[in-house]
């Protein structure tokens, strides 16, 4: 949130200082759930910057992303009281590679694709003009076309101990990819984590695909993607239980 070219913890690092701050003897991490479809904003809340001012010498998106840190933090502490502690007795992991063959719709379209995306990048006014129904999204998958191999990997990576699972996709997949391998392991307590192991950009939703969307229209990926991962994830957690 805070941007620029310098290292920053960011909003993550003010909550985990906050949260060892408000609950003594706490080690906090942070684990990136399904993003996707997700923004840090919430529209139906007045906007948390409005009226925001920064002390001297304070960038306003470091005060801003502080604020940001403590809303969070001040959700974790009134949920903390009301969790338990679990046993672990075992801890497993595994990982498996998933691959599909790159989206190529559009191919024909590359160097005029190509152009235009240089064009939106640069900051040209007229550029946005061209853009294609679509969006640019559709722009920067064709653009980017050339420099992708024929074939796409997505490693499923899981970590478990006692009744926690950690469950990670090497994209930004949308909250589908949680709630349905969620609703065939009730079993398990289930963390989902975006860019584990991996960033190869969208991970769309079976009903996302059938709509279309920025995030489908920017992904490589074919529309069977979410069945693979998914049946995928939900095979290695079974076998985690049968263990």
């Known amino acids: 949130m805070i941007g620029h070219k310098k290292f920053s913890a960011d909003w993550p690092g003010f909550v985990r200082r906050m949260t060892e701050q408000d ?10 759930g399904c993003q996707g479809d997700v923004n840090h904003v919430d529209v139906s809340k007045p906007n948390p910057s409005k009226g925001l001012k920064a002390p001297e010498g304070v960038r306003l998106k470091y005060e ?17 009281d009301k969790g338990e502690e679990t046993p672990v007795d075992n801890v497993y992991s595994k990982v498996e590679y998933k691959r599909f063959l790159t989206k190529t719709e559009g191919y024909e379209q590359i160097e005029e694709m190509t152009a235009l995306y240089d064009r939106v990048m640069a900051g040209d006014p007229t550029a ?12 920067g998958r064709i653009a980017r076309m050339p420099g992708r191999s024929a074939v796409q990997t997505i490693p499923v990576s899981v970590v478990a101990f ?23 392991v009730p079993e398990l307590f289930l963390l989902t984590a975006c860019l584990a192991n991996g960033a190869e950009g969208y991970l769309p939703s079976r009903e996302a695909f ?34």
């Open 210 to 243: 059938g709509q279309g969307s920025y995030e489908v229209a920017a992904s490589m990926f074919p529309s069977e993607l979410p069945e693979v991962l998914q049946s995928t994830a939900a095979a290695i957690l079974k076998e985690y239980i049968e263990k």
């Open 64 to 80: 801003y992303c502080r604020r940001v840190g403590r809303i969070i933090t001040d959700t974790v502490v009134s949920l903390w």
């Open 162 to 184: 006692g009744k926690i699972a950690i469950l990670g996709y090497a994209g930004e997949p949308f909250t589908e990819y949680a709630q349905a391998v969620r609703a065939q």
């Open 23 to 32: 609950i003594p003897g706490t080690h906090c991490i942070l684990i990136n």
């Open 128 to 139: 946005k003009d061209e853009i294609p129904p679509e969006g640019l999204g559709l722009v």
